[in-house]
């Protein structure tokens, strides 16, 4: 992508990571958060140029890309706040795990000059802040655009050589609806399961015992409960639909445990097998 | 541990890595399989030095150490029908993943001048049989000893022995309940969430975007039908208690998003990140 003058919004574990591979790619990062140390940090990286906790009109109105990496409650009042600071042509895009309410809601109320191409890399780590931030985590990951009607093919583009530069290796795109959908799915079902396992047992001598499956399964029971509390309310009606999908699988999965009906068991082991064969890495 | 002739009853995924390690050490080693092609792929990597599909009595005899590595409900009738071949002072032990109605049923019908002392090596691999095996698989795992009020002091500490001559890390000794309570939740709940959500949907598309969370939550959901249908089985009450002691914290998360109850969710998260820190590796 051509040399980009990049504002982040809230530079933590996300913002942090895009600062620093940005940054190596020559190109001029600056960055707005509450908290002096994490633009302390991130000059002393030399990820970013500059940053500022508050009067930071003129930080915005030099950038040509933004990137909000805001809570989800907090993208509207933001862009509804500080969108006059921005410069015409600008183009705006964001990290945040859902979409509905948001994509075409910030759309909405966006100035007409301006463009809002939503996105959500999907990468992380259990550890959170920049002081966290490695830019390694978006090799592996995968880079999902939710345009909606208003976008344009050319800013949907330069999202994509976004993704290209911060070395994301898949990028794909979904509607809004699709993307929340599928995430309700493999990230936030997968989360409340971790959770709810951790939750249901209180014996920490069981640690002494267990092997890898079970580590692997808990690993992100470790979780940001100020994020990860907004996302799982964001998407309410799509995960709690989930959450009653999966657990039709559980009950029926014990009913065949319940009735010792092993020739049943064989029979769910197998597709389980099967479908687990889709998600293998090439 | 000293130089010793060891049968190994089941050739599979354990049983050849049993069979790699201890050849490696030095020690004898035969096995019994139905299979003729793993005591072929054995004889070839020169992990056995002799095997037996049938008329096996002369492998039995010169052996000092007899491992099982049968399915559960396997293993008291094979005692029962070959525990004449075994000379006196034969020491017995296993790899089965549950103990109750075996342990003790195992040591009730034997001979009183062969000892058997239950054992459960933590250890697999989503890959099958003795083609599979490697013991390199043994160094992160636990090697748990489930001995009863039957077993001598001599017996246990030379299986402790095996353990670690067999590479395991970490050595620990459980009663047969207690073993099959905690089996319940690490490893049987754990195998039947990830099955469970592999069933609870039928999408192969959503392979393209998922992350790494879904792919460690659901990597045991590839899994040895035959084998863990009768473990699931044989644990019938345990397992079923902890689906449902699982189920009721899950439950509690979907109330809390279903009412939009930010703070409980926040808590929640935050015991579930507490707990998870127990689990973390030195």
């Known amino acids: 992508m051509r040399k980009t003058r ?6 933590g574990l996300l913002g942090g990571s895009y600062a620093m591979a940005l940054s190596q790619k020559g190109h001029q990062v600056t960055a707005i958060d509450k908290n002096p140390e ?53 183009l705006i895009t964001d990290v945040c795990g859902v ?15 301006v463009e809002f191409v939503p996105a959500h890399p999907m990468a992380g780590r259990e550890r959170l802040g920049i002081w966290n931030a490695d830019c390694a985590i978006f090799a592996p990951a995968n880079f999902i655009i939710t345009p909606t009607p208003r976008n344009t093919p050319e800013a949907i583009a330069r999202i994509e ?14 509607s809004p609806a699709e993307h929340d959908e599928m995430i309700g799915y493999v990230s936030q079902l997968t989360h409340a399961i971790a959770v709810s ?40 009606q799509i995960l709690t639909a989930q959450i009653d999908r999966f657990s039709q699988a559980l009950q029926n ?24 064969s889709w998600f293998d890495r090439c």
Chains 1, 2 share one sequence.
């Open 99 to 113: 979409k509905l309410g948001i994509a075409e809601e910030a759309q909405a109320l966006l100035r007409p000059d």
């Open 197 to 236: 396992l951790m939750l249901a047992n209180d014996n920490p001598r069981l640690a002494e015992y267990t092997g890898d499956s079970f580590r692997d399964l808990t690993r992100i029971a470790r979780i940001d409960a100020g994020l990860w509390s907004k996302l799982f309310l964001h998407n309410r």
């Open 6 to 11: 990049v504002c982040i919004v809230g530079l």
């Open 38 to 90: 994490a633009l302390e940090f991130g000059l002393n990286k030399g990820w970013i140029q500059a940053g500022a906790t508050a009067d930071f009109q003129g930080l915005l109105r030099e950038a040509e890309l933004v990137v909000l990496c805001l809570y989800p409650g907090d993208m509207l009042p933001w862009l509804q706040e500080n969108q006059g600071a921005l410069s015409p042509g600008c």
């Open 161 to 174: 050589d976004l993704a290209r530069e911060l070395g994301f290796a898949h990028i794909a795109r979904l």
């Open 253 to 276: 999965l014990r009913q065949q445990v319940d009735e010792g009906n092993e020739e049943a068991l064989v029979e769910l082991f197998h597709i389980s097998s099967h479908r687990r």
